[in-house]
Protein backbone atom coordinates (compact mmCIF):
# COMPACT_ATOMS: atom_id res chain seq x y z
CA UNK A 1 0.00 0.00 0.00
CA UNK A 2 1.45 3.40 -1.10
CA UNK A 3 1.73 5.97 1.96
CA UNK A 4 0.54 9.43 0.15
CA UNK A 5 1.81 12.61 1.76
CA UNK A 6 1.83 15.89 0.77
CA UNK A 7 4.20 18.80 -0.16
CA UNK A 8 7.52 19.02 1.56
CA UNK A 9 9.16 22.42 2.64
CA UNK A 10 11.11 22.79 -0.23
CA UNK A 11 8.85 21.60 -2.37
CA UNK A 12 6.45 24.47 -0.96
CA UNK A 13 8.75 26.63 -1.93
CA UNK A 14 9.60 25.38 -5.61
CA UNK A 15 5.86 25.25 -6.43
CA UNK A 16 5.22 28.99 -4.81
CA UNK A 17 8.28 30.15 -7.20
CA UNK A 18 7.20 28.66 -10.22
CA UNK A 19 3.91 29.82 -9.81
CA UNK A 20 4.66 33.22 -9.58
CA UNK A 21 7.92 33.27 -11.63
CA UNK A 22 10.40 33.81 -8.59
CA UNK A 23 8.63 37.40 -8.06
CA UNK A 24 8.00 39.76 -5.31
CA UNK A 25 4.71 37.87 -4.76
CA UNK A 26 6.06 34.97 -4.32
CA UNK A 27 8.20 35.71 -1.10
CA UNK A 28 5.28 38.07 -0.19
CA UNK A 29 2.84 34.80 0.01
CA UNK A 30 5.93 32.53 1.62
CA UNK A 31 6.65 35.01 4.56
CA UNK A 32 2.34 34.89 5.39
CA UNK A 33 2.43 31.07 4.99
CA UNK A 34 5.64 30.90 7.25
CA UNK A 35 3.53 33.46 9.62
CA UNK A 36 0.46 31.54 10.40
CA UNK A 37 0.48 28.31 11.33
CA UNK A 38 -2.69 27.19 9.91
CA UNK A 39 -2.21 28.88 6.62
CA UNK A 40 1.67 26.91 6.76
CA UNK A 41 0.04 23.49 7.94
CA UNK A 42 -2.32 23.68 4.96
CA UNK A 43 -0.20 24.46 2.61
CA UNK A 44 1.33 20.70 2.77
CA UNK A 45 -1.70 20.05 0.60
CA UNK A 46 -0.85 20.68 -3.50
CA UNK A 47 -4.64 21.60 -3.82
CA UNK A 48 -5.00 24.47 -0.80
CA UNK A 49 -0.82 25.60 -1.86
CA UNK A 50 -2.70 25.98 -5.30
CA UNK A 51 -5.72 28.22 -3.85
CA UNK A 52 -3.27 29.84 -1.92
CA UNK A 53 -1.35 31.34 -4.86
CA UNK A 54 -4.62 31.68 -6.99
CA UNK A 55 -5.99 33.62 -4.30
CA UNK A 56 -3.17 35.94 -3.26
CA UNK A 57 -2.57 36.87 -7.41
CA UNK A 58 -6.63 37.23 -7.82
CA UNK A 59 -6.97 39.39 -4.82
CA UNK A 60 -4.26 41.16 -3.14
CA UNK A 61 -5.92 43.40 -0.58
CA UNK A 62 -7.16 40.09 0.94
CA UNK A 63 -3.17 38.57 2.05
CA UNK A 64 -2.90 41.45 4.87
CA UNK A 65 -6.32 39.68 6.08
CA UNK A 66 -5.32 36.08 6.41
CA UNK A 67 -3.23 36.80 9.73
CA UNK A 68 -6.67 37.24 11.68
CA UNK A 69 -9.05 34.98 9.73
CA UNK A 70 -10.59 32.24 11.42
CA UNK A 71 -10.14 28.87 10.33
CA UNK A 72 -13.64 28.81 9.02
CA UNK A 73 -13.37 32.03 7.17
CA UNK A 74 -10.32 30.46 5.76
CA UNK A 75 -11.90 27.96 4.32
CA UNK A 76 -14.91 29.83 3.07
CA UNK A 77 -12.52 31.84 1.44
CA UNK A 78 -10.32 28.83 -0.10
CA UNK A 79 -13.77 27.41 -1.36
CA UNK A 80 -14.85 30.59 -2.81
CA UNK A 81 -11.63 30.99 -4.58
CA UNK A 82 -11.69 27.65 -5.68
CA UNK A 83 -15.28 27.98 -7.01
CA UNK A 84 -13.99 31.48 -9.10
CA UNK A 85 -11.65 29.08 -10.46
CA UNK A 86 -13.45 26.58 -11.63
CA UNK A 87 -15.88 28.86 -13.26
CA UNK A 88 -13.45 31.03 -15.16
CA UNK A 89 -11.87 27.82 -16.42
CA UNK A 90 -14.70 26.43 -17.79
CA UNK A 91 -16.47 30.02 -18.58
CA UNK A 92 -13.63 32.22 -19.71
CA UNK A 93 -11.74 34.88 -17.86
CA UNK A 94 -13.74 37.26 -18.67
CA UNK A 95 -16.56 35.64 -17.37
CA UNK A 96 -16.51 36.55 -13.22
CA UNK A 97 -18.65 35.43 -10.81
CA UNK A 98 -19.62 38.43 -7.44
CA UNK A 99 -18.27 36.75 -4.33
CA UNK A 100 -22.54 37.41 -2.72
CA UNK A 101 -23.57 35.14 -5.44
CA UNK A 102 -20.98 32.32 -5.84
CA UNK A 103 -22.88 29.98 -3.13
CA UNK A 104 -26.04 29.90 -4.71
CA UNK A 105 -24.28 29.78 -8.33
CA UNK A 106 -22.60 26.20 -7.00
CA UNK A 107 -25.69 25.39 -4.49
CA UNK A 108 -26.13 21.63 -6.13
CA UNK A 109 -22.15 21.14 -5.52
CA UNK A 110 -22.29 22.32 -1.99
CA UNK A 111 -25.19 20.41 -1.00
CA UNK A 112 -23.59 17.01 -2.27
CA UNK A 113 -20.29 17.98 -0.97
CA UNK A 114 -21.28 19.15 2.76
CA UNK A 115 -23.96 16.12 2.55
CA UNK A 116 -21.67 13.60 1.99
CA UNK A 117 -18.49 15.06 4.40
CA UNK A 118 -22.12 15.13 7.36
CA UNK A 119 -22.51 11.19 5.96
CA UNK A 120 -18.75 10.06 5.99
CA UNK A 121 -18.04 11.61 9.84
CA UNK A 122 -21.24 10.18 11.11
CA UNK A 123 -20.02 6.94 9.63
CA UNK A 124 -16.68 7.70 11.20
CA UNK A 125 -15.47 7.23 7.63
CA UNK A 126 -12.60 10.14 5.80
CA UNK A 127 -12.68 8.03 2.65
CA UNK A 128 -16.46 8.45 1.45
CA UNK A 129 -17.92 4.63 -0.02
CA UNK A 130 -19.60 4.42 -3.60
CA UNK A 131 -22.92 3.74 -1.25
CA UNK A 132 -22.64 6.93 0.92
CA UNK A 133 -21.79 9.02 -2.67
CA UNK A 134 -24.71 7.17 -4.37
CA UNK A 135 -27.16 7.76 -1.38
CA UNK A 136 -26.74 11.74 -1.51
CA UNK A 137 -26.76 11.50 -5.14
CA UNK A 138 -30.45 10.35 -5.14
CA UNK A 139 -31.18 13.12 -2.61
CA UNK A 140 -29.13 15.50 -5.02
CA UNK A 141 -31.32 14.27 -8.29
CA UNK A 142 -34.92 14.39 -6.52
CA UNK A 143 -34.01 17.86 -5.49
CA UNK A 144 -32.26 19.58 -8.02
CA UNK A 145 -34.37 18.29 -11.35
CA UNK A 146 -33.13 18.64 -14.86
CA UNK A 147 -35.44 20.97 -16.78
CA UNK A 148 -34.43 18.85 -19.66
CA UNK A 149 -32.64 16.72 -21.14
CA UNK A 150 -30.19 19.05 -23.17
CA UNK A 151 -29.00 19.85 -19.15
CA UNK A 152 -26.08 18.39 -17.82
CA UNK A 153 -26.65 15.86 -15.44
CA UNK A 154 -26.34 16.22 -12.02
CA UNK A 155 -23.50 13.96 -11.58
CA UNK A 156 -21.68 15.39 -14.56
CA UNK A 157 -21.74 18.55 -12.74
CA UNK A 158 -20.27 17.48 -9.23
CA UNK A 159 -18.00 15.14 -11.11
CA UNK A 160 -16.40 18.45 -13.08
CA UNK A 161 -16.38 20.37 -9.95
CA UNK A 162 -14.03 18.42 -8.83
CA UNK A 163 -12.67 19.10 -5.37
CA UNK A 164 -12.94 15.61 -3.45
CA UNK A 165 -10.45 13.00 -4.22
CA UNK A 166 -10.13 9.85 -5.54
CA UNK A 167 -12.37 10.34 -8.13
CA UNK A 168 -10.29 8.55 -11.56
CA UNK A 169 -12.43 5.32 -11.79
CA UNK A 170 -11.50 4.85 -15.75
CA UNK A 171 -15.14 3.23 -16.06
CA UNK A 172 -17.35 4.07 -19.07
CA UNK A 173 -20.33 4.36 -16.59
CA UNK A 174 -20.08 8.14 -15.91
CA UNK A 175 -23.81 8.34 -14.74
CA UNK A 176 -22.86 7.76 -11.29
CA UNK A 177 -19.96 7.58 -8.38
CA UNK A 178 -17.73 4.95 -9.28
CA UNK A 179 -14.62 5.52 -6.56
CA UNK A 180 -13.80 6.30 -3.08
CA UNK A 181 -13.48 9.66 -2.18
CA UNK A 182 -11.72 12.39 0.56
CA UNK A 183 -10.99 15.33 0.78
CA UNK A 184 -8.35 16.99 0.81
CA UNK A 185 -7.66 17.29 4.68
CA UNK A 186 -10.05 16.16 7.53
CA UNK A 187 -10.76 19.89 8.65
CA UNK A 188 -12.28 21.28 5.54
CA UNK A 189 -14.72 17.24 5.81
CA UNK A 190 -15.58 18.89 9.49
CA UNK A 191 -15.93 22.49 8.33
CA UNK A 192 -18.25 20.98 5.23
CA UNK A 193 -20.21 18.84 7.89
CA UNK A 194 -20.57 21.79 9.98
CA UNK A 195 -21.91 23.66 6.49
CA UNK A 196 -24.57 21.23 5.44
CA UNK A 197 -25.93 21.26 9.41
CA UNK A 198 -26.64 25.23 9.17
CA UNK A 199 -27.69 25.43 5.74
CA UNK A 200 -29.66 22.21 4.84
CA UNK A 201 -31.02 20.63 8.37
Not at 65 to 73: A, P, V
Not at 108 to 118: F, N, T, V
Not at 121 to 128: D, F, M, P, T, V
Request: aromatic residues 14%.
Amino acid sequence: MLNVIGFQSQDIQNYVNAYFKNNNESDLLMKKLNNNRSLKLLSHTPLYLRLFCYLSRQDKSNNNKWDEMTLSTLYETLLKSYMKWNWMKSNGLNNKLNDDNIFNMFEMEMDYLSQIAWEGLKCGQAIISCEIQQEVLNIINNKYPREDISVISQWSRINSFGFVQGQESKSKDLSQPNDSVYFPHLTFQEWLAAYYLVNYI
